[in-house]
């Protein structure tokens, strides 16, 4: 399990200087901004993050999401770091929703995973990113307080990628902000 969520940190873990102030009730922006056809290659590309056959997602993906966070950044005036943060905050969010028809086959309570992060300090979040095994540990410990039985690959994988999709959210929903 721990080597899962170090996997899935690794492989979506996308850095970006704080932004200033951005507004957030703009984030959704760069979301809205690419075709269907895009979020399903996002979809695809995150499920892939489950069994292995995607690292990252396809390059014409990226650059639809890369031209809907220019757009965006035109027309609210964002800076770089507030461009970057809410492409990578897309990302994550088009992940997250990718991975929910997933999580339900298979019985995931992706609600709970949620929980479990959420009780974790700032540092231990940050931590699971970082791939700190110390915070690892923690919020293994927080899953099975919530009632979540890591117990076979299929679960662990679900897990794994699908909170490392939820703290890039949470981070760059953050930097974003100018937080």
Do not use: Y
Not at 8 to 35: F, M, Q
Not at 78 to 96: C, E, S, V
Request: aromatic share 4%; glycine share 8%.
């Amino acid at each position: 399990m721990r080597m899962i969520l170090i996997s899935a940190a690794a492989l979506v873990l996308a850095g970006a200087a704080p932004a200033h102030a951005a507004d957030v009730a703009n984030l959704g922006c760069v979301e809205a901004g690419v075709t269907a056809p895009t979020v399903t290659a996002l979809h695809d590309s995150a499920v892939g993050l489950l069994d292995g056959t995607s690292s990252e997602p396809p390059a014409d993906a990226k650059a639809a999401l890369q031209a809907s966070a220019g757009q965006c950044a035109g027309r609210f005036q964002w800076n770089d770091a507030a461009r970057d943060a809410a492409m990578t905050f897309a990302l994550a969010k088009i992940g997250i929703d990718g991975l929910i028809p997933v999580a339900e086959k298979r019985g995931v309570k992706l609600a709970q995973i949620e929980s479990a992060l959420a009780d974790l300090t700032a540092d231990q979040r940050a931590g699971v990113l970082r791939q700190d095994r110390d915070s690892i540990a923690t919020f293994l410990q927080k899953l099975a307080g919530h009632g979540v039985q890591v117990t076979d690959t299929s679960t662990a994988q679900v897990v794994g990628v699908f909170a490392a999709f939820v703290l890039l959210r949470d981070k760059h929903r953050a930097i974003f902000a100018g937080a």
